[in-house]
Structures are given as C-alpha cells and as structure tokens.
C-alpha cells in the first residue's frame, strides 16, 4: 500500500457505498453522498480503493474470517441482531483481543449511508464513554465496522436479567452518559437514540455510548425525510 505522500493528484477514490469514483480530495461521493472517509485510515496510508475478500469459511477455523483496513477479524460467534445489523464477536488475528464487528442487515443505499454515517460519526470521537471503532471495510456482502469489546451487554439485557437498578448503579451509569452526551455534543453531533439498547457495560459497571446510525451532525445532512419519525418509540422525543 502507498504512503499518502506518494499518491497521484489524479488517483480517483472509489465509494465504498455505490462504486463511483471520485475526486481524491472529497469527503462524500458525489453520486449518492456516502461518506468516503478517507481519513480512517491507518496513519500514513492510502485509502484502498477495492473491495474486501468475502469472508470464507474454512474447514478447520471456527468462523468467517472480515478483512478490515487495519487487520483481520476470526469471527466467533454472534452476539445479537437488531433492525439495523447484526453483531459479532471475533478475534484480532494480529493482537489477540477480541473485538465486535458489526454488518448491517440490508444492504440498500439508505442502509449503507446511515451505516457509514455511523462510522464517520464515532471515528471523530474519543471518549471513554463512548464505543470505540478500530477498523472498517466493505465487501461482497457491504459494509462492517470492528469495534471495541467490552464483555457484559447492554444495559437493556442487565435490567431484563437483574431487574431495576439500584440508585448506586442508577447515580453510576446517569454520571457515565452524561460525560459522553457532553463530549458527543461539544463535537456538534446528536446521537437521537438514546435508550438501554444502545447502551453498552464494561466489566467495572461503566456505560458505553453506541449504536450512532442515527446520528446527525452539524456539518452533515438529516437522513430522515419531512414527517418522517426518528428514533425508538418509547425513548423518542415525544414532538416527533
């Protein structure tokens, strides 16, 4: 792979969305306005412009294997499904520590743009509080995101099996998305579905902030159309 300082001013960047190529210095294509995100990338490299392999099982591993940017991911086993993907736990083949990758369930331009919406969103944070995305590529069957594992669930699934929160844990976890509702927001971006769902535990009891495919940020366009409803019922803002 090329460093950035040895590449063409002609090299055209190809979205990982609907296969155009670009102009090297844009951020969203500009056919269908996916993010390009080149700047994802390991430090010093290149964008490559191709397609992953298909992850292919092997008759003696234990799983697909997801060629990433960054490293190889050794699928598990999966870990859930939602609506929107589905999530998997896996093995960095290069440091040993498990991940989650995340591949969404229908691959249809609006799907695609929110998933890499997701991605450009959470690669500009850096929180503790706030889910971690290590790598990402897209291939035969569309785009994954390998993110940070952190061992317990959601916080939907531990008050299912634990029942209501204690005010400790309550006070803990309130504290916890705070500090990462705060640093999303200096950021400019609002995340618009917060609920126990997308909340995610480290083994400490500390809570995660995940899932930004509905995201939006102040430099970004709205995803969603007029009169169109956003978020979870419940949990949404109850204007909408």
């Known amino acids: 792979m090329r460093r950035i300082s040895e590449r063409e001013a002609g090299d055209a ?6 296969g155009a190529k670009n102009e090297p210095d844009v951020r969203t294509c500009t056919s269908c306005g996916a993010p390009v995100l080149d700047d994802l990338e390991p430090s010093g490299f290149a964008r490559d412009s191709t397609v992953a392999p298909r992850p292919t099982i092997g008759t003696s591993t234990p799983g697909p294997l ?16 939602g609506g929107m993907g589905v999530a998997y736990l896996a093995t960095d083949r290069r440091l040993g520590r498990d991940v989650v990758v995340k591949r969404i369930r229908h691959v249809d331009p609006e799907m ?3 998933f890499l919406r997701e991605i450009d969103v959470v690669k500009r944070l850096e929180h503790e509080n706030v889910i971690t995305i290590y790598d990402w590529n897209v291939d035969e069957d569309g785009p994954f995101i390998v993110m940070r594992y952190l061992g317990r669930g959601t916080l939907q699934r531990h ?27 200096e950021h400019g971006i609002l995340h618009r579905d917060i609920k126990p769902s997308n909340v995610l535990l480290t083994m400490d009891g500390q809570a995660v902030l995940s899932d930004f495919g509905l995201a939006r940020s102040e430099a970004g366009s709205n995803l969603t159309s007029q009169g169109q409803g956003l978020g979870t019922r419940f949990y949404a803002a109850p204007e909408q």
């Open 159 to 185: 008050v299912d099996r634990e029942g209501r929160l204690d005010d400790e844990e309550l006070f803990d976890l309130s504290r916890g998305l705070g500090r990462a509702l705060v640093h999303v927001h």
């Open 13 to 18: 960047v190809k979205c990982p969305g609907c």
């Open 112 to 114: 695609v743009e929110r």
């Open 66 to 81: 997801f060629v990433g940017r960054a490293g190889e991911y050794r699928m598990q086993r999966k870990l859930a499904e």
